[in-house]
């Protein structure tokens, strides 16, 4: 199981280098409190706005206004892992409050 702690003894003979640093603020940790929320990939994006498929299969629009403020200047791109709170605007299926996960 990797740690997102700093262990400044760790080498590759001990063990692997972590890829990536965990950033997180109180945006992220509220956001993480929010109930009904899903996970899911981008899919589909061109400009600001684009699609995607929910680990369930199903599929939603989105905008990258819809990113928590921490993620905005994340990098969201075909295959990005997203956690999302659905929602119905009329008969189209919506992503918003998007926290970008990879």
């Known amino acids: ?3 997102e702690k700093i262990n ?3 080498t590759n003979e001990s063990g692997r280098w972590l890829a990536r640093v965990a950033t997180i603020n109180q945006e992220v940790i509220d956001h993480a409190g929010l109930p009904g929320k899903l ?3 981008v899919d589909f994006i061109k400009g600001e706005a684009g699609f995607i498929t ?3 299969g199903e599929q939603f629009f989105f905008s990258r206004n819809y990113l ?3 993620d ?3 990098n969201v ?3 990005t892992r997203i956690r999302f709170l659905p929602t119905i605007l009329g008969d189209s299926k919506m992503a918003v409050s998007l926290e970008v996960l990879t």
């Open 54 to 56: 929910a680990d369930s």
């Open 39 to 41: 996970e899911g990939s």
């Open 77 to 79: 791109m075909f295959g």
């Open 68 to 70: 928590i403020e921490a």
């Open 8 to 10: 400044r003894e760790r």
């Open 1 to 3: 199981m990797d740690s």
């Open 72 to 74: 905005r200047r994340k």
